[in-house]
């Protein structure tokens, strides 16, 4: 008798255990996952700093931060992406979590067709 109480603690934790492993995200998890990923952008370029490697973009709504559209400045990766930007075009952009410094960073810019 004792052995089947065993099995079926066993068989049953098992299966929350389950149904835990099933439930959605919570908010530090999906907030580590976001961070994750490149984000991409719609924006006008406001300025650019080539010797800070910095720009300011006004930008659309980015859903995939929840960010409703802004102003913001934004280091870049590297000067090279700044190369043939300047203020007034519409561009592309794309946008990812830098671990260091826990702050937003370009990492792509293109002009928009």
Known sequence: MKMHVW???VIISG???SVFAEQPMDGMQMQQKTEQ???AGVGKVVAVDKTNLN???EHEAIK???W???TMNFKVLKAE???GIKAGDV???ELKKNIQTGKWLVIRITPKI
């Open 37 to 39: 990923v490149n984000h």
């Open 91 to 93: 561009v592309n952009f």
């Open 15 to 17: 299966g929350i255990q």
């Open 68 to 70: 409703p559209g802004m």
């Open 81 to 83: 992406i700044l190369e």
């Open 7 to 9: 099995v079926l603690s």
């Open 55 to 57: 720009v300011k973009l």
């Open 64 to 66: 995939s931060l929840n």
